[in-house]
C-alpha cells in the first residue's frame, strides 16, 4: 500500500482530505458538557442510633432493612454502612426502571419497620444526589489558627449562599494539640519516671460514643 500511494501522491492526497472532512463531521456531533444531567437513580436511608457501636448498628439497623428492601421492585443493589452511632443505607435502582415508584417503595418500606430499637431515631428516606467536585480553594496567610479556622468557615457559608452549590468543607486544619512538660527532678522525688506520666495521661484520654 506504501508503494501504491508513492506512486499516486494525488490518491493519498484525496484520502487524507477524506478524512480531515469526516474528522470535522464527528466532532462537531459529539455532545459535550461541563456537568453532565443525570437521573437519579438511588435513595439514602439514614437511621441515627446514638451511643451503639457499629457491630451493634449492623446487626439491630442494617439487617432490619436489607430484610425489609430485599423484596422491593426494581431494586438492583442495596448497600449498608454502619458506624457508631449511625447507618446509612443505599437502595440502587435497576436501569431504565421508574424511580418515583422505587423511591416510595423504598420509603413505605423503611416506614413500615418495627423492630428497630427503642434507642434509634426515627429513619430519613431521601434521594441520595450525586455531586461534582468543582473547585478547591487554599487559604493561608492569615494569622494564627483560630483566626484562619473562622474565615474558612465564613467563607464556607457564603459558597452555600451560591446558586447551585449542594456542599462547602473545610478540611486540611489540624487537631488541636495539647504540649504536657514536667521536672523530672520533680518525677524523681516521687519516685515516677516520664512513663509513668504518660500512661497516667493515656488513662485519662479517651473517646467514648
Known amino acids: ?14 484520502l487524507m482530505v477524506l478524512f480531515t472532512v469526516l474528522g470535522i463531521a464527528v466532532i462537531t456531533g459529539i455532545e459535550r458538557e461541563t456537568f453532565p444531567e443525570f ?3 438511588s435513595a439514602r436511608i439514614t437511621v441515627p442510633y446514638p451511643g451503639a457501636s457499629a457491630g451493634d448498628v449492623d446487626e439491630e439497623i442494617c439487617a432490619p432493612i436489607e430484610s425489609a428492601l430485599s423484596g422491593t421492585k426494581g431494586l438492583k443493589k442495596l448497600s449498608c ?9 443505599t437502595a440502587e435502582l435497576e436501569e431504565n426502571g421508574e424511580f418515583i ?5 423504598v420509603s413505605s418500606a423503611v416506614s413500615g419497620i418495627s423492630d428497630f430499637p427503642d434507642a434509634a431515631e ?25 483566626g484562619l479556622v473562622a474565615y474558612a468557615d465564613e467563607l464556607s457559608d457564603r459558597l452555600l449562599g451560591l446558586e447551585g452549590v449542594a456542599s462547602a468543607t ?9 504540649k504536657v512538660d514536667f521536672d ?17 495521661i493515656e488513662a485519662r484520654s479517651f473517646q467514648q460514643p
Open 81 to 89: 454502612l454502619s458506624v457508631e452511632g449511625r447507618a446509612v443505607a
Open 184 to 200: 523530672s527532678q520533680a518525677l524523681r522525688r516521687f519516685g515516677l519516671s516520664s512513663t509513668d506520666l504518660v500512661n497516667a
Open 122 to 146: 426515627t429513619a430519613s428516606v431521601e434521594i441520595a444526589n450525586r455531586t461534582d467536585l468543582v473547585a478547591l480553594v487554599a487559604i493561608s496567610g492569615l494569622s494564627g489558627k483560630d
Open 1 to 14: 500500500m506504501i508503494d501504491y500511494f508513492v506512486r499516486h501522491p494525488v490518491a493519498a492526497n484525496l
Open 170 to 178: 473545610v478540611s486540611g486544619i489540624a487537631d488541636r494539640e495539647l
Open 101 to 105: 415508584q422505587f423511591f416510595n417503595d
Open 39 to 41: 437521573a437519579a437513580d
